[in-house]
């Protein structure tokens, strides 16, 4: 499976976009780019996943680079309850239940 | 539904003592996973199984039994508990859908070996 580089820790303050920045170089093409999230010690909580094209739902936008190595999570307006760790995962579709986490991103929202 | 839900919150062991952590879901998932997390680190899978009946290792199996007898229950059994398997456990199950690739975890089992 392909491994993922994620920034440690990144700052955003509150009202404005937060973009998560994710490097997938060696992916297959029949990876998927998944994110999820943990705030505090809670369990993670999925937030979207693409293959090619750039997807969007309620929570957030994924922008994937059209050689996919590299992708973007966008919170479109960040808020504080967005306080989190990011996990940027690649992965082939197996049903989802294999998932290797990495250290992700620390988010900090800032009033 | 109630979602994904693990038993105990908390749980404090002795050195060599065996405990069982539960692992409930009322989704129908197919698909049900253990995983481990260190402070400060990422999950680790532990084991996995994609039905009733049918479990496999993950990338950290030693120490740990899984069966899968129901599709609602996956426990995760410490044969003889170590101070290095102090950790937080995470259960999940996910539908096994291409059209519905999520995995949705419970809260999490906090446990301390001593």
């Known amino acids: 499976d392909a491994k993922t580089t994620q920034p440690p820790s990144m700052d955003c303050a509150e009202g404005r976009a937060a973009n998560l920045p994710c490097n997938h170089s060696?992916?297959?093409?029949?990876?998927?780019v998944y994110w999820y999230r943990q705030i505090h010690s809670q369990g993670p909580q999925y937030i979207i996943h693409?293959?090619?094209n750039n997807e969007t739902n309620e929570m957030a936008s994924l922008i994937i680079t059209e050689d996919r190595k590299s992708s973007t999570l966008i919170l479109p307006h960040a808020t504080l309850r967005d306080t989190a760790v990011y996990y940027c995962?690649?992965?082939?579709?197996?049903?989802?239940?294999?998932?290797?986490f990495g250290q992700g991103t620390r988010l900090t929202i800032n009033p | 539904n109630a979602g994904v839900t693990q038993t105990p919150k908390f749980q404090v062991l002795k050195t060599g003592q065996s405990m069982t952590l539960q692992c409930a879901q009322d989704?129908?998932?197919?698909?049900m996973s253990w995983y481990r997390q260190d402070p400060g680190m990422g999950l680790r899978l532990i084991h996995y199984?994609?039905?009733?009946?049918?479990?496999d290792q993950g990338e950290v199996p030693n120490g740990y039994n899984v069966s899968r007898s129901t599709t609602e229950d996956f426990p995760l059994r410490l044969l003889s508990a170590a101070p290095s398997q102090t950790s937080v456990y995470f259960c999940?199950?996910?539908?096994?859908?291409?059209?519905?690739?999520?995995?949705?975890f419970g809260p999490g089992t906090r446990l301390l070996v001593l």
């Open positions: 693409g293959l090619k």
């Open positions: 060696t992916i297959s093409g029949n990876e998927y």
């Open positions: 999940a199950s996910s539908p096994g859908d291409r059209d519905q690739e999520t995995q949705y």
């Open positions: 995962i690649v992965d082939r579709f197996q049903g989802a239940q294999k998932l290797v």
């Open positions: 199984s994609v039905g009733a009946g049918i479990t």
């Open positions: 989704m129908n998932h197919e698909y």
